[in-house]
């Protein structure tokens, strides 16, 4: 007997695990964005990659599909899309719930303070809370308690991210100090691929080197006037628990040892020999604030907070290290 054909797969925004959208059902880019935040609400999905919750995450997601910045939502939330943009965003949608990963990795695109950055899954979705106090404390007059950390960030010629990842602290920091010559390190060779490709995107090849290596090591001894770093900070419980969304990204990334502060340590116990005397250190550490603080009483770590985030990053002068 002759076999039958299989029937073609399904499209899996029709197939069981996604209610039916009949032909005119959703219309506007608002009534996409409303559906998408059904199916992540009733999919118990997770927003940490550039968006907290699902009505950012569906617009981001509906606007990259229409190849529309984030910002211009609000001026086409009415605007109809076409049949073909719609069969787009729902096939986006129905990716989103049964993969789980992240819209920046489905879309290969992320945005860090309005700025577009390429990803994919050699290097983990950037949403350092670093990119948001470069602004706010490294800008001559600074806009609260803490004040401006660099009195002219004109003045700053050196720069260096330490676990640059995708290269975006980097580029970020490029604008903020427009003298500075910037340094970038990664262990991961996959990662600065992805890194090598935004600093072309930025044409910044000739003020920001790439570099890979273990921390400080490719760099020769070279001293900056200011190191930025975000590196791995999860311990090992919270490595146990990672969310779905969060297992698609490179563990290097995220892998802090068992306290999570294994590689904080080094960069803290390095940081003197490779700053200006005028320098300092600006780190990410997640929630190892206790386990940080315990490790080193003697230090004055300054902590600052950003919109999200309180006690999760400090700097330090290196007259104090
Ligand atoms: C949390 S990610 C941060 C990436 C990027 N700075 C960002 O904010 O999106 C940490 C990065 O550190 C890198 N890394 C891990 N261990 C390292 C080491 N010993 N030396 C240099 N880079 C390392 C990883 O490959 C990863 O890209």
Not at 103 to 132: C, H, Q, W
Request: with cysteine; proline share 6%; glycine share 8%.
């Amino acid at each position: 007997m002759a076999k039958r054909a299989k029937p073609a797969a399904k499209r899996s925004a029709g197939s069981s695990k996604f209610p039916k959208v009949g032909a005119g059902e959703l219309l506007t880019l608002l009534d996409f964005v409303r559906y998408a935040v059904s199916r992540f609400v009733e999919a118990k999905l997770v927003f940490a990659h550039g968006t907290t919750d699902p009505v950012a995450e569906a617009a981001f997601l509906v606007c990259e599909a229409l190849h529309l910045h984030p910002d211009q939502f609000e001026a086409f939330a009415t605007a109809r899309v076409t049949s073909a943009e719609g069969k787009k965003i729902l096939d986006l949608i129905a990716r989103r719930v049964t993969t789980r990963k992240p819209t920046a990795y489905l879309v290969n695109k992320i945005y860090m303070r309005g700025l577009p950055f390429y990803v994919d899954e050699r290097t983990i979705v950037p949403r350092s809370f670093i990119g948001e106090l470069l602004e706010q404390h490294f800008g001559g007059d600074g806009d609260d308690e803490a004040g401006s950390l660099i009195s002219d960030p004109g003045v700053v010629e050196s720069v260096l991210d330490l676990c640059t990842g995708s290269g975006c602290l980097a580029i970020l920091a490029s604008r903020n100090f427009p003298n500075a010559e910037i340094d970038a390190v990664d262990i991961s060779k996959d990662a600065l691929e992805v890194a090598a490709r935004n600093v072309r995107d930025y044409a910044l090849e000739d003020r920001l080197t790439l570099y890979r290596g273990d921390l400080f090591k490719p760099l020769d001894g070279k001293r900056y006037d200011l190191i930025i770093s975000n590196p791995p900070y999860v311990d090992a419980q919270g490595m146990a628990g990672l969310p779905r969304e969060c297992r698609a990204e490179p563990k290097l990334a995220f892998d802090g040892g068992a306290d999570g502060i294994d590689i904080v340590r080094r960069i803290l116990d390095e940081a003197e020999a490779h700053l200006t005397p005028q320098g300092g250190l600006l780190c990410e550490i997640g929630r190892c604030r206790p386990q940080l603080e315990a490790a080193y009483p003697q230090l004055p770590l300054l902590w600052l907070d950003t919109a999200d985030s309180e006690g999760e990053v400090f700097w330090i002068a290196a007259a104090d290290l």
